[in-house]
């Protein structure tokens, strides 16, 4: 059954989604809408009225973890899910973390309209890297046992897609104490089906917003 995804092209938890797609190879639709002048059709499908949403012949799926994972039962190869149950366990944990302790700090930092509030978000963003960062150790990977990327690398990689916006903006960049996370994002943002997951338009349309929001991240090193 083909499946349609439907998008903002900044949010990051569809490019979790998107991300997924292109590492399967599948060919699905995708829609972008307007966040800021959502159809009703979408207010009709979405029950918290959130992307991504997957459409699915008449059902409606919501949250970027279940999207995943619902992609991973039915298109099984190639896997990025950990065999070992422990392991699946630990890779669906880190969908929540990087929400809450990633995503959230590194969206005031794109958005910050005073360096006070840009700095607090860079320590709390710089907070749980280091948590991530001592969870992956030396491994080349989060997912599984680190050997191979996997669902729980999905999970963050949209981090990585802001982080390089505000590194060309001179905004900011990892210190070297967040090295072994800055290779890694490295791979991450080096793989084909991550360059295809991000639409044309991200980086324009996420500047756009900047401007909007008045985004300190604009002056450059002066954030």
């Known amino acids: 059954m083909a499946e349609t995804l ?3 092209t900044t949010c990051p938890y569809v490019q979790r989604a998107l991300l997924v797609l292109r590492e399967k190879g599948i060919d699905s639709e995708i829609i ?3 966040p800021d ?3 009703d ?7 918290r009225g959130k992307v991504p949403l997957l459409l699915v012949g008449d059902v409606a799926l919501f949250e970027s973890q279940a999207i995943c994972e619902y992609l991973e039962e039915t298109h099984p190869e190639p896997a990025l899910m950990p065999t070992k149950l422990v392991e699946r366990a630990r890779d669906r944990a880190w969908f929540g973390f990087v929400g809450d302790e990633l995503f959230v700090p590194i969206y005031k930092m794109v958005t910050s309209s005073s360096p006070t509030r840009f700095g607090r978000a860079k320590d709390e963003l710089e907070t749980g890297l280091v948590k ?3 969870e992956k150790g030396d491994r080349p990977w989060l997912s599984g046992d680190g050997s191979s990327f ?9 981090i990585f897609t802001r982080l390089a916006v505000l590194a060309r903006l001179g905004a900011y960049r990892l210190p070297d104490s967040l090295a072994d996370i800055r290779d890694w994002g490295e791979r991450i943002m080096a793989r084909p089906a991550m360059q295809a997951a991000v639409p044309d338009c991200f980086e324009a349309d ?8 008045g985004s300190v991240a604009l002056d450059g090193a002066e954030a």
Not at 150 to 158: K, L
Not at 206 to 213: D, G
């Open 41 to 47: 059709w979408f207010w009709d499908k979405s029950p």
């Open 32 to 34: 972008y809408i307007d």
């Open 37 to 39: 002048d959502r159809p």
């Open 132 to 134: 991530l960062q001592k």
């Open 6 to 8: 439907v998008s903002f």
């Open 150 to 158: 996997g669902m729980a690398d999905v999970a963050a990689a949209p």
């Open 206 to 213: 996420l500047l756009a917003k900047m401007k909007e929001q």
